[in-house]
T-cell receptor, first 113, second 113 residues
Framework: EAQVTQNPRYLITVTGKKLTVTCSQN?????MSWYRQDPGLGLRQIYY???????DKGDVPEGYKVSRKEKRNFPLILESPSPNQTSLYFC????????????FGSGTQLSVL | QKEVEQNSGPLSVPEGAIASLNCTYS??????FFWYRQYSGKSPELIMF????GDKEDGRFTAQLNKASQYVSLLIRDSQPSDSATYLC?????????????FGKGTKLTVNP
């Protein structure tokens, strides 16, 4: 089944404890992206990647890191999480870029205490 | 900052009625437009996209685009309770060489039986 897999689904952590949210797609998509969704603010792009080893900042990259060492994986890293990073996170992918259908993962609800 | 604006709603319609969702965008150079549906607690899924001025129909859904007015809308005919969700308008932006998909904040639709 074609899908974008995110893990974990829920995560509670404490300020400053490094964490990684994994994202993997099995559709051989070139484009992958991370979004955060907050009430009243909608979906905002954190980082995106056009291909392996090619990443760029979205609208809200501060406090986040990404890497794209393999085509299928695009992990989101929070080196030192803070409470303002409490949010619902979505990974998404598309075949070639943002002009095509985005396939979203199931989301990761992160709480930073 | 390229913006995408939607009425936040909530929009409430009776079953069988036409639901009309609206979106305006600021980037006059935008060429393609997407509508995603997001059920509560779920990830967004693409329901319609439109590139050309005019109407595009897919089953009970019609997307309407007016580039001169920078306006795109989604009509849902014969609305069903299963259409109750938040509808997100999304517009690609290539500002400054970066590739970002900008989402509106969404319109929450409730279809009452």
């Amino acid at each position: 089944e074609a899908q974008v897999t995110q893990n974990p689904r829920y995560l509670i952590t404490v300020t400053g404890k490094k964490l990684t949210v994994t994202c993997s797609q099995n559709m051989n998509h070139e484009y992958m992206s991370w979004y955060r969704q907050d009430p009243g603010l909608g979906l905002r792009q954190i980082y995106y990647s056009m291909n392996v080893e090619v990443t760029d900042k979205g609208d809200v990259p501060e406090g986040y890191k990404v890497s794209r060492k393999e085509k299928r994986n695009f992990p989101l890293i929070l080196e030192s999480p803070s409470p303002n990073q409490t949010s619902l996170y979505f990974c998404a992918s598309s075949r070639l870029g943002l002009y095509e259908k985005l396939f979203f993962g199931s989301g990761t609800q992160l709480s930073v205490l | 900052q390229k913006e995408v604006e939607q009425n936040s709603g909530p929009l409430s319609v009776p079953e069988g009625a036409i639901a009309s969702l609206n979106c305006t965008y600021s980037d006059r150079g935008s060429q393609s437009f997407f509508w995603y549906r997001q059920y509560s607690g779920k990830s967004p899924e693409l329901i319609m996209f439109i590139y050309s001025n005019g109407d595009k129909e897919d089953g009970r859904f019609t997307a309407q685009l007016n580039k001169a007015s920078q306006y795109v809308s989604l009509l849902i005919r014969d609305s069903q309770p299963s259409d109750s969700a938040t509808y997100l308008c999304a517009v690609p932006s290539t500002q400054g060489g970066s590739e970002k998909l900008v989402f509106g904040k969404g319109t929450k639709l409730t279809v009452n039986p």
